[in-house]
């Protein structure tokens, strides 16, 4: 069937996300995932309230209520409330949210969280990219004096950074919000560095903070994001958001996954470990660059990145390969921090392999 006609005009030319490769019974470290797993009460609550799901989800309320204690106890004031909140499909739904909400020109640094171009892409609007510097960090003068950025309505901060795992300063953050643009700062890694801006939401009516319970508390299967902004955004977002999006055990797990916070806390400190020592044992062999996230970015030249993943594969480890990028030298490869054991397999490979 000749389909021209029917598609909207550049949708053909929109890439679809490629997930992290997945193989049963290999270590997988391509998708930062958390390989410790939910708490036990997110297992026991799951199986408690499955056969309650003939129901349409009704406890955003109670999760509101539950992330907004979470925020505040964070930052130690009491700033947070449920009105500031929205609940995602993964904070992957949220972007998809904002893009729609929102109107364009965006700007974001490059590389960084691929969907906040490819979302744009699909609503057939313009994502301007300003590359990082050879270090992977934001030069934020360049940032802000680049004709692009006073073109932008939108502005996308990943910090810290997917995929490099560094964070912006804070100050610079305070810079960029400063100028009349909506600024999102994605914290999808916040527990792992354990360096927020939320609290800034009293002070800056353009701030929307994203996060997700996709990695330091390790459901990232269940889907749940939530955003964080002055409550007059939130509301704008709540006109486009679709009914019922968190379904209803992920409403469950959130529950008791923030009922159950020091297993979370624990687990994070554990691949805090973990990337320690991933690092250093990388760092003899590779470039690696200062993540405070729970992966480590490698650049594994001169091997290529294909190869890398390909010596690993063999030996049942899955990595994320991203190979070359634009206007920088290496060959890139991005390793998730596992679990401890895992970990010490990846070592040993590493250290046997390269
Ligand atoms: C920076 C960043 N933002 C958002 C997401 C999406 O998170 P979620 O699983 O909640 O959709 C990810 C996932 O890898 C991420 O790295």
Not at 17 to 30: D, Q, R, V
Request: charged share 30%; aromatic share 14%; net charge positive.
């Amino acid at each position: 069937m000749e389909y021209s006609k029917f598609l909207k005009t550049w949708i053909s030319d929109v890439s679809p996300y490629i997930p992290g490769k997945m193989s049963e019974n290999f270590i997988k470290l391509a998708s930062n995932e958390n390989d410790y797993g939910p708490s036990k009460k997110v297992i026991n609550a799951i199986k408690d309230k499955s056969g309650e799901v003939f129901r349409y989800p009704y406890k955003d309320e109670s999760v509101k209520e539950k992330i907004s204690k979470y925020c505040n106890s964070s930052t130690g004031k009491n700033l947070i409330g449920k009105e500031n909140i929205i609940l995602g499909n993964g904070s992957d739904e949220l972007i998809e949210l904002l893009i729609k909400t929102f109107r364009s020109p965006y700007i974001g640094f490059y590389p960084s969280f691929v969907e906040y171009k490819r979302v744009a892409k699909i609503f057939n609007e313009i994502y301007y990219e300003i590359p990082l510097n050879d270090y992977f960090c934001l030069d934020c003068g360049k940032f802000i004096n680049n004709k692009k950025f006073e073109k932008a309505k939108v502005v996308f901060l990943c910090s810290p950074n997917n995929p490099t795992g560094g964070i912006i300063e804070r100050k610079d953050i305070e810079k960029i919000l400063n100028f009349d643009k909506i600024v999102v700062v994605d914290e999808a890694y916040y527990e792992f560095s354990n360096l927020t801006c939320v609290d800034l939401i009293d002070n800056y009516e353009n701030l929307i903070v994203l996060r997700t319970m996709a990695k330091a508390f390790g459901i990232a299967g269940l889907r749940m994001g939530y955003g964080i902004a002055n409550k007059e955004i939130i509301k704008f977002l709540h006109n486009v958001k679709p009914p019922f999006n968190v379904n209803y055990l992920a409403q469950e797990a959130a529950l008791a996954s923030l009922d159950d916070n020091d297993f979370m806390k624990q687990n994070v400190e554990k691949i805090i470990k973990g990337r320690e020592i991933l690092s250093k044992i990388l760092s003899k062999k590779f470039k690696i660059f200062n993540s405070l996230t729970n992966f480590i970015f490698v650049d594994v030249s001169p091997y290529t990145a294909k190869e890398f993943f390909e010596a690993l594969y063999k030996k049942k480890i899955i990595v994320r390969p991203f190979g070359k990028l634009d206007g920088f030298k290496g060959e890139y490869v991005r390793v998730t921090v596992g679990t401890e054991d895992e970990n010490k397999i990846l070592i040993e490979v590493i250290e046997n392999t390269f």
